[in-house]
């Protein structure tokens, strides 16, 4: 897959703006540039260095289309690898749609989705992890997806990767070398050794792959179910996190027939707040869907937050009815955090406060229990703290690789799978002939990471899902 031809994009986002910025890449790119161009001080493009700014006019048979800044980036030392130039426009979409009709006329074509940052795989500016990193940097809508795709296409993965597979590689070097000398028998590589290694590379693919759990919920933001029995205040609750009025709010229960969701970012994570129809019993047809949706819900959160009306516990066995409810909650999602959220504070008189703590604390169930008003907007920041309590956010702060691209978590597992069955092998002492074909499937897997091993359909696959000009 080798590009030979110039492609155009605009590479800022459509709609009228202050500036827009058209990309051209391809090796006649500063010459096509050139041939539309007319520098105020009379400069012709195509002798002037790499990375200079040259302002003058886009030409079209004598008409000015729009006075510009012209970059010129020559290859290898751009982004693509290839000549690049990019032209600095006003930001009228008649403009923009001038401009580039006018280089498809001089020779260039439409880039398709990502092509850009392919291109610069293909030329080895990039590798294929690092390549995927440039689309989770331009979707990251927080600090903490931000730094994840920072760090990724630094070549933090990439380099990890590389260093497992070198080494492996060396070993897997000898161990075909004494296939050519199989009837000396003779062994060239140090068995003790390989086996550390070994123990190394799944050290690091286990760590890798547990990363993903917190790596998977970070970049796409972390579901957390609000639920609980009707008119509780579970609507309220999210317009205070949210701090706008996102859903209905109403004294008749059962307002809430349908999920409402929204995502909030506490301490540079990215949540994703699930108001949900409260749960009771009832025969209204189009509410039981809605019921029937909450525990889909549930079922797809990370952390669930369970509602319940303060003012109401000190009633004569509603606190043993919350109990078993939430113990039933419990016992069907019992992987899964659940914050007791003790709502309407401001209606608890203060001698009740005590009666309920006490029967929380004699409870064996050991609840995270909260009390808050939401209609007052008290006690929501402690929420918001406690949530941050769920996430394991060690691996981010210490700035360890954290896997987030399913692809990546998927070649890692079948590594790891070989790897796993190269020690069984040692230890059995399997012959080197068969062992080779294990090292070989688990360097193949890791190749397809970093994309040493690759082709045409994956490429169009991961590239696919870029944005046009990137």
């Known amino acids: 897959m080798l590009y030979n031809d110039s492609i155009v994009a605009l590479a ?45 006019h886009i030409i079209d048979n004598q008409k000015i289309l729009d006075e510009v800044l012209v970059s010129i980036f020559k290859g ?14 006003h930001g009228s979409t008649y403009i923009q749609q001038q401009i ?60 990890e990767i590389a260093k497992l ?11 075909e070398l004494e296939l050519d000398f199989a009837e000396e028998d003779v062994e060239f590589a140090d068995r003790t050794q390989f086996h550390e290694l070994l123990n190394r590379i799944e050290f690091v693919l286990k760590r890798l792959i547990d990363s993903f759990a917190v790596g998977n919920v970070i970049k796409n933001g972390i579901p957390v179910a609000i639920v609980g029995e009707p008119n509780v205040g579970k609507s309220t609750l999210l317009n205070a996190l949210l701090n706008e009025e996102r859903a209905i709010v109403s004294h008749i229960a059962g307002t809430t027939r349908d999920t409402i969701e929204d995502e909030l970012v506490i301490g540079g994570i990215g949540f994703r707040f699930i108001d949900t129809a409260g749960i009771r019993e009832t025969v209204d047809v189009v509410e039981s869907i809605g019921i029937r949706k909450t525990f889909e819900k549930i079922e797809q959160a990370q952390v669930v937050l369970y509602l319940v009306d303060g003012s109401l516990l000190s009633v004569d066995g509603k606190l043993e009815t919350l109990l078993l409810e939430v113990g039933k909650t419990r016992n069907q999602f ?23 703590d006490k029967k929380l604390t ?28 769920f996430v394991n956010t060690g691996a981010l702060r210490n700035n360890e690789t954290i896997v987030t ?29 068969l062992m080779a074909i294990d090292i070989k499937e688990a360097l193949y897997h890791f190749g397809m ?8 359909e994956l490429l169009g696959n991961i590239f696919a899902n870029f944005c046009i000009g990137k």
């Not at 800022?12 to 540039?33: F, Q």
């Not at 399913?406 to 002939?433: M, P």
């Open 362 to 389: 004699t409870n064996n169930q050991q609840l995270t229990t909260i009390y808050i008003s939401a209609k007052e907007n008290i006690g929501v920041e402690e929420l918001k703290n406690q949530l941050l309590s």
């Open 12 to 56: 800022t986002p459509s709609g009228a703006g202050a500036i827009a910025i058209i990309r051209i890449s391809g090796e006649n790119a500063i010459t096509i540039g050139n041939s539309v161009f007319k520098s105020i001080k009379g400069k012709d493009l195509t002798k002037q260095k790499s990375h200079t700014l040259h302002l003058g």
């Open 100 to 159: 580039i009709q006018l280089l498809l006329r001089k020779g260039c074509r439409m880039a398709n989705p990502g092509e850009f940052t392919l291109r610069a795989f293909l030329n080895g500016k990039l590798d294929l992890s690092q390549a995927e990193a440039v689309a989770d940097l331009i979707s990251s809508d927080n600090e903490a997806s931000h730094q994840i795709a920072m760090q990724q296409m630094r070549g933090g993965f990439s380099n």
């Open 165 to 175: 597979r070198e080494e492996l590689l060396n070993f897997a070097s000898l161990i």
């Open 334 to 356: 019992s992987q899964k955090p659940i914050l007791v959220i003790i709502n309407k504070m401001d209606l608890i008189l203060p001698e009740n406060v005590s009666i309920i």
């Open 76 to 89: 290898p030392h751009s982004y693509t690898g290839e000549n690049t130039i990019e032209i600095s426009c």
């Open 449 to 456: 990471i970093t994309g040493q091993v690759t082709n045409d």
């Open 405 to 433: 691209n399913t692809r990546h978590y998927d070649s890692l597992l079948k590594a790891l799978d070989e790897i796993q069955k190269v020690k069984y092998g040692l230890q059995t002492n399997l012959s080197s002939d």
